[in-house]
């Protein structure tokens, strides 16, 4: 209802300037911003307002100031003095927001009065005049709104939990290697939900269904990699990445998206629910395992529970942080129990650390053996230098890649051979060459040719001593040094080869463009 206090029908000489701020989240048509609209220019006609502008959040909760960009200039307009109004029209109290805490909605229109722009609620049956009755009446409003904030979010909840349990998923995407699948009231299939696309019935439900064959086969995969394999998420990443594989999203694997994966029970069917809390816009909270809501069995499952269960041991063994001491404790225990120390030793122990903890915090396994005085049979360092050469690489790749498109050129990646396809005009293979310590204390690279696919170019990058660091780059073009199977390089190569050696790979971007020339020539 229109407020009617104060009216007049006689007209003002001047009509005063104001501005209205309107806001519809989701809640009822009643609050659409043209029926504030309109409230608003009544109400506006008869007390000799003249509406000169609009904020409008369409959409946007009131819980917070955070998101609602209309109201934030609004604020920002009057603090500045950039306003050319002096009134603000609201339709009523809540609009103005539902804020959990009462101050900080009266703080807001403090700013407006402080800055001379005084706020009228039009559909309000009180004056906002100062007065102590509209004080308390205000505060009232205030407090309701945001309590019928806490109610509605209570009641949702609930109902969310119920149909969890009863098997349905409740939003979100539905993730890498699952789909979402509509079914009726009656659990009947209706249709497969794509990126987002929402359901249209309010009796109708969403649950979770593998997804394409190659997309379950990769998950699958992923999880030998880490259970069997025993390589770490980032490696993971580096891997699919290097295939040319994408995310269900289109985007490259990280590190976050393969751990994901591995911690998430839908994967073995399990629907689970209020893992996190994100209440009334509130900072968001992890819940303890028993505040989870969940219905063991609901869907297919992709992944067998074992390998799951496995994951979380390995991930669990990761997380927590043992010392450097405790650690060598544990292995020189091993050490002593069973006479030899391999990976395989140590990650066939149930409740002992796996060998990649040793592997991440020492920088390799044999230098943890090292520090518990054993030495294995075979110098096995080159094994841990080319894990870790492995693991590089596909940075690498990605490094030149975005070098080269800095650099204006283009640059397609075959996901079977791995070579690099610059400009559409020749192929590049990428390399990584291990630098060795010869017997005598000098460092030396070989280089290999890959004699199969023959690339026209083989991009060369030497590592420094350490084998952690590029130490510079060479672009070896197979027309003058393809026909050898390796090459041979040592600190210092003479004029010819260092007329292909570039420090940086800014620099070596250069040589890249000349490679091109040289090879379609």
Same mark, same amino acid.
């Given at each position: ?8 029908? /006689? ?21 659409? +911003? ?10 506006? @006609? ?24 209309? $109201? ?13 109004? &002096? ?8 609009r103005w927001g539902r804020f959990q805490d ?11 009065? &402080? ?119 980032? /490696? ?59 219905? *063991? ?7 067998e529970p074992d390998f799951y269960e496995a ?32 990976? $395989?030793? #140590? ?70 051979? *791995? ?52 130490? *510079? ?12 199977? *390796? ?7 003479? #004029?010819?080869?260092? @007329? ?11 040589? +890249? ?9």
């Open positions: 209802m229109t407020n009617t206090s104060g009216n007049s029908d /006689e007209k003002p000489e001047r009509l005063i300037r104001a501005a209205q701020y309107v806001r519809m989240s989701t809640e009822h048509q009643k609050y659409s +911003t043209e029926n504030q609209a309109e409230i608003i220019a009544e109400y506006a @006609a008869h007390r000799g307002f003249e509406i000169v502008r609009t904020y409008e959040d369409s959409g946007k909760s009131g819980l917070k100031l955070d998101g609602r960009l209309s $109201l934030q200039k609004l604020i920002a307009d009057v603090r500045s003095g950039n306003t050319d109004f &002096e009134v603000v029209l609201v339709y009523d109290v809540s009462a101050d900080e909605s009266a703080y807001y229109e403090f700013i407006c009065r &402080e800055g001379g722009i005084k706020v009228h609620y039009c559909a309000e049956q009180f004056e906002n005049d100062g007065s102590l009755s509209a004080t308390i009446i205000k505060s009232m409003k205030r407090a309701m709104a945001g309590e019928y904030s806490r109610e509605l979010s209570a009641k949702v909840f609930t109902g969310q939990c119920r149909l969890i349990r009863l098997g349905f998923r409740q939003g979100g995407p539905a993730g890498f290697g699952l789909r979402r699948v509509l079914v009726d009231e009656h659990c009947n299939p209706k249709t497969t939900l794509q990126r987002g696309e929402q359901k249209s019935l309010q009796t109708d439900r969403v649950v979770l269904q593998p997804g394409p064959p190659e997309e379950v086969e990769m998950v699958r995969r992923l999880y030998r990699m880490f259970v069997v394999q025993q390589r770490t998420e980032s /490696e993971i990443a580096g891997i699919l990445n290097g295939e040319g594989h994408v995310t269900d999203l289109g985007r490259p694997w990280t590190r976050g998206t393969v751990h994901q994966i591995l911690t998430n029970e839908k994967y073995i069917g399990n629907n689970v629910y209020n893992r996190v809390s994100f209440k009334l816009k509130a900072k968001r909270v992890l819940n303890p395992p028993d505040m989870w809501v969940r219905h *063991d069995g609901a869907f297919e499952p992709i992944v994951a979380q041991r390995i991930i669990d063994t990761r997380s927590k942080r043992y010392t450097d001491q405790e650690l060598l404790d544990r292995l020189a225990a091993l050490l002593a129990e069973k006479g030899w120390l391999s990976g $395989l030793v #140590i990650d066939e122990v149930e409740d002992m650390p796996s060998s990649i903890t040793f592997r991440h915090r020492f920088g390799s396994l044999v230098r943890a053996y090292e520090l518990v005085g054993y030495s294995p049979a075979r110098d096995y360092r080159y094994i841990e230098t080319n894990r870790a050469l492995r693991a590089l690489h596909p940075d690498v790749v990605q490094e030149v890649i975005a070098g080269i498109e800095s650099a204006g050129g283009s640059v397609r990646r075959d996901p079977v051979s *791995d070579l690099l396809h610059i400009n559409e005009e020749f192929t590049a293979a990428l390399v990584i060459a291990r630098c060795q310590v010869s017997p005598a204390g000098n460092l030396r690279w070989k280089i290999r040719f890959d004699q199969g696919l023959r690339p026209g170019i083989t991009i060369a990058a030497r590592m420094e001593d350490d084998n952690r660091t590029i130490r *510079d780059y060479y672009l070896l073009p197979w027309l003058d040094l393809g026909k050898s199977p *390796d090459l041979r390089l040592a600190p210092e190569n003479g #004029i010819l080869l260092d @007329a292909y050696r570039y420090e940086t790979l800014e620099a070596f971007m250069d040589l +890249t463009r000349r490679a091109a020339l040289r090879v379609a020539a």
